[in-house]
């Protein structure tokens, strides 16, 4: 069983940037489809991003698309989140997750992953 955690929240002003980060232990990453996923205030959690297990393939939500990057480091067995031009509406607790390899792409729905973290916050000032 894979454990998840995040890191690289914080208060950013609107148009900053930051890179949060999902430090596994266990299993592979490589072993796993991987997702960010966000759950703002009073909103419902919403996919973010995801990457698949052999890396060759990512998906982004449209609203956060161009401004967004899902990477992963193998050797380092952890996952990244890119964050680039943020706006106030992106605040929100960012959580990763971890689901089997080889789920019907692209994998949106957040019961599909199995294993996730705690999240770490993101809130953008305007």
């Known amino acids: 069983q894979v454990q998840l955690v995040e890191s690289g929240g914080g208060l950013v002003q609107a148009g900053g940037s930051l890179r949060l980060s999902c430090a596994a232990s266990?299993?592979?990453?490589?072993?796993?489809?991987m997702a960010w996923f966000r759950q703002g205030p009073g909103k419902e959690r919403d996919f973010v991003a995801a990457i698949s297990w052999g890396g060759s393939s990512t998906h982004y939500a449209d609203s956060v698309q161009g401004r967004f990057t899902i990477s992963r480091d193998i050797a380092k067995n952890t996952m990244y989140l890119q964050m680039n031009s943020l706006k106030p509406d992106d605040t929100a607790l960012y959580s990763c997750?971890?689901?089997?390899?080889?789920?019907?792409?692209?994998?949106?729905?957040?019961?599909?992953?199995?294993?996730w973290g705690q999240g770490t916050q993101v809130t953008v000032s305007s």
């Open positions: 997750a971890a689901g089997p390899r080889g789920l019907s792409w692209p994998p949106v729905r957040g019961e599909l992953y199995g294993n």
């Open positions: 266990g299993p592979t990453l490589s072993r796993y489809d």
